[in-house]
């Protein structure tokens, strides 16, 4: 089935002869942070010549423990963001948890992402799709591929046509996800454009020592398998010393080797999609 095409910017849209790479670390830690990851991304995707997103949550309202840093809040962390967008012209999307967020992060971000938890509450979906952003919906751990077409009509029943689904591992078992493959192309029947999530797909939730773990080594062979059944993109966290990330430090992937792994899933890309002319 053919899917339909979502314009990120005037000059990403996907489906795309290029790979697109949402890439950034789970939270937002400071601004500096951010601005740092955020260049460096830009630089490794322009010299590997694939199309980039950079993300980043202003909460994580979702965390195993109490104690878990959640992040700068909307506020401030939509202006960290807009300082991305701003300084180093790339689009940033973020992921909200209430209705109310829709609007007011529509103003900054490019692509609004609802959780996966959260990927089943309509008044969530209907706020986000109202905003005629691109809205990047993360399949839930409890639902079916083929279930996410209700999802999918919840925001075309807003008008908007801007969407992307994402793929990050089923429940199977406690503290374990599994990332089954024919998902990606069950999901593109929809009718829309998919991403694999390489790093949540390997994350063991709740496993971890208050907290959720993760096998980081794992997620280059998710994206692998991701791309080989025809993801558009690849979406992971990335954090120059992941030991010390705030937020999902066992399974986000380390700066120093993105390069290798960007120019694999690449190649493997134009394998099945066919080189750009």
């Known amino acids: ?28 830690e400071s601004k500096d942070h951010v601005l740092f990851l955020a260049k460096e991304l830009k630089n490794i995707c322009n010299e590997i010549d694939v199309h980039f997103i950079f993300k980043a949550s202003f909460d994580k309202a979702n965390r195993s423990h109490i104690d878990s840093y959640r992040g700068p809040g909307i506020e401030e962390g939509l202006e960290i963001l807009y300082s991305v967008k701003e300084t180093l012209n790339v689009p940033v ?12 992060c529509a103003d900054v971000l490019d692509v609004i992402q609802i959780p996966a938890f959260l990927s089943r509450q309509t008044d969530l979906l209907l ?25 999918v009509e919840k925001v075309l029943s807003t008008g908007n046509k801007n969407i992307i689904l994402t793929e990050r591992g089923t429940c199977f078992g406690y503290n374990q996800l599994i990332m089954d493959p024919c998902s990606i192309p069950l999901m593109s029947e929809i009718g829309f454009p ?31 398998a991701g791309i080989a059944v025809g993801a558009d993109g690849v979406f992971i966290e990335v954090h120059e010393n992941p030991d010390k990330a705030l937020s999902d430090s066992s399974n ?3 700066l120093s080797e993105l390069p290798a792994y960007l120019k694999k899933w690449k190649e493997l890309f134009y394998c099945v999609n066919g080189e750009i002319k």
């Open 252 to 254: 986000s992937i380390r």
């Open 194 to 224: 998919v991403v694999i999530d390489a790093t949540h797909s390997i994350q063991k939730p709740g496993a971890g020592i208050r907290g959720s773990g993760g096998e980081r080594k794992l997620a280059p062979y998710i994206a692998n």
């Open 93 to 104: 999307l973020s992921d909200i948890h209430e209705p109310w967020q829709a609007k007011l």
């Open 1 to 28: 089935m053919k899917k339909h095409r979502v314009y990120i910017t005037d000059n990403i849209s996907i489906p795309s002869n290029k790979l697109l790479l949402i890439a950034g670390p789970c939270v937002i």
């Open 127 to 151: 706020s986000a799709g109202k905003t005629q952003k691109t809205i990047n919906i993360k399949k839930g751990q409890f639902i079916a591929p083929w279930n996410m077409k209700e999802v």
